[in-house]
T-cell receptor, first 115, second 110 residues
Framework: GAGVSQSPSNKVTEKGKDVELRCDPI?????LYWYRQSLGQGLEFLIY????????KSGLPSDRFSAERTGGSVSTLTIQRTQQEDSAVYLC?????????????FGNGTRLTVT | LAKTTQPISMDSYEGQEVNITCSHN???????ITWYQQFPSQGPRFIIQ???TKVTNEVASLFIPADRKSSTLSLPRVSLSDTAVYYC???????????FGAGTTVTVRA
């Protein structure tokens, strides 16, 4: 079946512009996660959704970052007034959520480059 | 969340068995042990998960001792395509701030 889909796969933007990153999770997965991965580094947790609710937004690096999820499906991560330090790969994952051992299924990410 | 410790890197040759040990001394009763594999320019991919004893699938085996304070991922007869970063995670689905540390970079040489 279809996996987690992220778009765009690559995004180059100028400093100060806003960007929107999209994630289509696996159908039926109630939990959705956003991570950020800088070059050669591990994954940094950003935000988690259970359904359309984000119980914890503390992983978002600044108030320029926001995310929403609608219909328990598609999620959008928005970065306003982008800065060069925002350059990274943004990864989305989904899982069955409430099953204790439900593994994460990742998309291939959006590579964001801020010039 | 249970903190994990794994080697930064390991080198191997084609056809050898690679064993990566992850330490998780403060694992909780409900925690599962899950391993992911990440290739360049891709998201991590689930490869195996266990709670106790031994789990085997078509890709790897996972050995978990009785005290569950560590686990070992075993990759049999590796090939060049097994060159990747391997992450060990410990927790449950309620641990949404899952910590993917630096992982273990496995390099397989011909």
């Amino acid at each position: 079946g279809a996996g987690v889909s992220q778009s765009p796969s690559n995004k180059v933007t100028e400093k100060g512009k806003d960007v929107e990153l999209r994630c289509d999770p696996i159908s039926g997965h109630t939990a959705l996660y956003w991570y950020r991965q800088s070059l050669g580094q591990g994954l940094e947790f950003l935000i988690y959704f259970q359904g359309n609710s984000a119980p914890d937004k503390s992983g978002l690096p600044s108030d320029r970052f926001s995310a929403e999820r609608t219909g328990g499906s598609v999620s959008t991560l928005t970065i306003q007034r982008t800065q060069q330090e925002d350059s990274a790969v943004y990864l989305c994952a989904s899982s069955l959520g409430r099953v204790d051992n439900s593994p994460l299924h990742f998309g291939n990410g959006t590579r964001l480059t801020v010039t | 969340l249970a903190k994990t410790t794994q080697p930064i890197s390991m080198d191997s040759y084609e056809g050898q068995e690679v064993n990566i040990t992850c330490s998780h001394n403060n694992i909780a009763t409900n925690d599962y042990i899950t391993w992911y594999q990440q290739f360049p320019s891709q998201g991590p991919r689930f490869i195996i998960q266990g709670y106790k004893t031994k789990v085997t699938n078509e890709v790897a085996s996972l050995f978990i001792p009785a005290d569950r304070k560590s686990s070992t991922l075993s990759l049999p007869r590796v090939s060049l395509s097994d060159t990747a970063v391997y992450y060990c995670l410990v927790g449950t689905s309620n641990d949404y701030k899952l910590s993917f540390g630096a992982g273990t970079t496995v390099t397989v040489r011909a």
